[in-house]
C-alpha cells in the first residue's frame, strides 16, 4: 500500500468521524457498554471462582460445632463415635480458645475489636477430614444424629454455591453481552451508512472510476475499527477504575472482617493484561463487523 | 467488442424497462443513443456499467459476459470505461487538477505519471489556465470539460456519456461534442445518450433510437428528426 492512499484513507477516516462526532460518541459508548458489562461479568467470574478455589483448598473438611455446655468427657465420646464412620479420615478437635486465638491472630491490630467480648462467641469444634468428597453427604447425615452436636458445617456446600453462582454470572452475562454486542454492531454500521450517505457523490464516483477496494472501502472499515477501538479504551479506563477502587473500597471497610481477602480476590494488575488484550479484540471485531455490514448494504453500484 | 444479447431489464417485476435489446458496437465507433425520457438509453448505460444486472439476456464486453465479473474484479472492469455524467459529480472542495489527478490516484497510479499526465489532459480539454480554479468558480462547459477529462485520464477504451450536453447550451455543447469527436478520432469508442437532436444531426453518427424499451431504428449515420412531438 502506497503512503498516499494511507494518508488518503486515515484522513477519510478522521474527516467523516469529526463531521459525524454525534453517531460516533453513541457508536463508542455502545461499544464501551458491552465491554464494561462483559468486564464486569469476567471480573466476576474470575473472582468467584478464585474464591471456590481457595475455598476448596481450605474447606475440605467437615466442621461439627459441639453445643453449649456438654462436658469433655462427651466430647471425647463423640471424638471416638466420628472416628469409627465410615469414610472419615482424621478427626482433629478445636477448642473454643483456640478458634478465638486464632482469629485475633487473623486480625492482627483489629484483634483489639475482641478485647471487650465477655463470652467467647466461638464454639468448640471436630474438624472431620474426610477419605472422599463423594461420601460427605452420608457422613453429615450420621453426624447431625449426635446428641450434643449444635450444628455441622460443610464448606464444600459453599464452594457449589459459589461454583453455581459463577456459572448464572456467567449464563446471564454472556446472554447480555451478545445482546448488547448486536446492538453495537447495529449502531456502528448506522454510524457508518450516515458517512456512506454523507460522502455519497465521492463514492459512487469512485466506484464508477474503477477505485481499488482500498480507497472505497479503507475509510469506512478504518472508521469502524477507531470507533470500536475508542470504545474499548474506554471500557478499560472505567473498568480499571472501577475495579481498583472497588477492591480498595472492600480492603479498607472489611479488612477486619476478611483478612484473608487479598487470597480471594484477584488483583487489578493480575487481569490488566488479558482485559487489555480482550477488550482491545473484541472492540476492533465489532468495529469491523458494524462496517462490513453497513458496506454489504449501502456499496451497491 | 460490447454485444447486447436479447437484454431485458424488468424493475420490481412489473415495468419493463428495456426489451429483448440486441446490439453490436465495435471498437472506435460514435454512438448516440436517442429517445425520449424514459425510453430506456439510462437503464442500458447502467446495464453496460454493470450498475443494475439485466433479467434476462447477456452482456458482453471483449467476449467477457459482464455479468459474470466478480464483484471483487468490478473496479478492473470499470477502469476500461470513462463515464460522464450530465451533472459532471466533480467534487467540489478540490481544485481543477485535483479532480482529474483523483481518477488517477483512486487506481493507485505513480505520482510521476500524474504530474505528467494531468497536464496533458487539461491541455487537450483547453482547461490549462484553469487546473487551480475550483468547480464552483468554472461555468457549466468549463465543468463538463474537466468531467471528461478525468474520465478519459486513464485511458478508457470505451468512454460512455449520459447527456452530457443536458445542462448546456448549444454553443457550449457543441464544444464539448468537439472534445468528445476528438477522443473517438484518437481511437476511444464513444457511446452517448442524449435527447438532444440538433447535436445528433449536426455530426451524423451512428443512432439507435428507444422507444419503450425498444429500439425503433439503428442507422449508420443519420439525424434524428423523425418524431416532431419529441421535446
Known amino acids: 500500500m502506497n503512503p498516499k492512499k494511507i494518508k488518503y484513507i486515515f484522513k477519510q477516516a478522521f474527516k467523516s468521524m469529526w463531521r459525524n462526532r454525534m453517531m460516533g460518541a453513541a457508536s463508542i459508548g455502545s461499544v464501551t457498554a458491552v465491554l464494561i458489562i462483559l468486564g464486569f461479568v469476567l471480573i466476576v467470574v474470575l473472582n468467584v471462582n478464585n474464591m471456590a478455589m481457595v475455598a476448596k483448598e481450605t474447606f475440605d473438611q467437615i466442621a461439627v460445632y459441639i453445643a453449649e455446655g456438654v462436658d469433655e468427657d462427651q466430647i471425647e465420646e463423640m471424638g471416638k463415635a466420628f472416628r469409627e464412620i465410615d469414610g472419615v479420615m482424621a478427626v482433629a478437635f478445636q477448642t473454643k480458645d483456640y478458634a478465638l486465638e486464632s482469629v485475633k491472630k487473623d486480625w492482627g491490630e483489629d484483634a483489639i475489636l475482641l478485647q471487650d467480648l465477655r463470652n467467647n462467641p466461638f464454639p468448640d469444634t471436630y474438624i472431620v477430614q474426610l477419605t472422599d468428597v463423594s461420601k460427605a453427604d452420608e457422613v453429615i447425615a450420621k453426624l447431625q444424629t449426635f446428641e450434643g452436636v449444635e450444628r455441622v458445617r460443610y464448606y464444600q456446600d459453599a464452594v457449589n454455591t459459589l461454583i453455581k453462582l459463577a456459572d448464572f454470572v456467567k449464563r446471564f452475562g454472556a446472554g447480555i453481552t451478545i445482546v448488547l454486542l448486536l446492538i453495537s454492531v447495529f449502531i456502528i454500521s448506522n454510524t457508518i451508512k450516515i458517512t456512506v450517505l454523507s460522502r455519497q457523490r465521492e463514492i459512487e ?97 | 467488442m460490447i454485444e447486447f444479447s436479447h437484454v431485458t431489464k424488468i424493475y420490481k417485476k412489473t415495468f419493463t424497462a428495456v426489451k429483448d435489446i440486441n446490439l453490436k458496437i ?14 430506456g438509453k439510462s437503464t442500458l448505460i447502467k446495464l453496460l456499467l454493470r450498475e443494475i444486472s439485466p433479467t434476462q439476456g447477456i452482456i458482453t464486453y471483449n467476449n467477457q459476459d459482464i455479468n459474470k465479473i466478480r464483484k471483487r474484479s468490478l473496479a478492473e472492469y470499470r477502469r476500461k470505461i470513462g463515464f460522464i455524467f450530465q451533472d459532471y459529480r466533480l467534487l467540489p472542495k478540490l481544485t481543477v487538477y485535483e479532480n482529474v489527478a483523483f ?74 461534442m468537439k472534445i468528445l469527436a476528438e477522443i473517438n478520432r484518437r481511437g476511444t469508442t464513444v457511446i452517448m445518450a442524449t435527447h ?36
Not at chain 2, 26 to 39: C, L, P, Q, Y
Open chain 2, 196 to 231: 438532444d437532436r440538433e447535436i445528433v444531426n449536426f455530426f451524423q453518427k451512428r443512432v439507435i433510437e428507444l422507444k419503450s424499451g425498444i429500439i425503433i431504428r439503428d442507422t449508420r449515420t443519420g439525424g434524428y428528426e423523425d418524431e416532431p412531438e419529441e421535446d
Open chain 2, 26 to 39: 465495435d471498437k472506435g465507433e460514435f454512438i448516440f443513443i436517442v429517445g425520449k425520457s424514459g425510453a
Open chain 1, 205 to 301: 464516483l469512485m466506484q464508477y472510476i474503477g477505485a481499488t477496494n482500498g480507497y472505497v472501502r479503507g475509510p469506512l472499515i478504518l472508521e469502524g475499527i477507531m470507533l470500536g477501538l475508542l470504545g474499548s479504551l474506554v471500557a478499560i479506563l472505567l473498568i480499571m477504575l472501577g475495579y481498583s477502587y472497588t477492591i480498595n473500597y472492600l480492603a479498607g471497610r472489611y479488612v477486619a472482617l476478611i483478612s484473608g481477602m487479598s487470597g480471594y480476590l484477584v488483583g487489578v494488575e493480575m487481569v490488566l493484561d488479558d482485559l487489555i488484550i480482550i477488550f482491545m479484540t473484541i472492540g476492533v471485531g465489532i468495529g469491523i463487523l458494524g462496517s462490513l455490514v453497513s458496506l454489504k448494504k449501502f456499496l451497491s453500484i
Open chain 2, 103 to 176: 481518477a488517477m490516484e483512486m487506481i493507485c497510479a505513480p505520482s510521476k505519471n500524474i504530474r505528467r499526465e494531468v497536464p496533458l489532459v487539461l491541455s487537450m480539454v483547453g482547461l490549462s489556465d484553469k487546473a487551480k480554479y475550483y468547480p464552483d468558480e468554472l461555468s457549466g462547459g468549463e465543468q463538463q470539460r474537466v468531467a471528461i477529462a478525468r474520465a478519459i485520464i486513464n485511458k478508457p477504451e470505451t468512454v460512455i456519456a449520459d447527456e452530457p450536453t443536458g445542462n448546456l447550451d448549444l454553443e457550449t455543447s457543441k464544444e464539448i
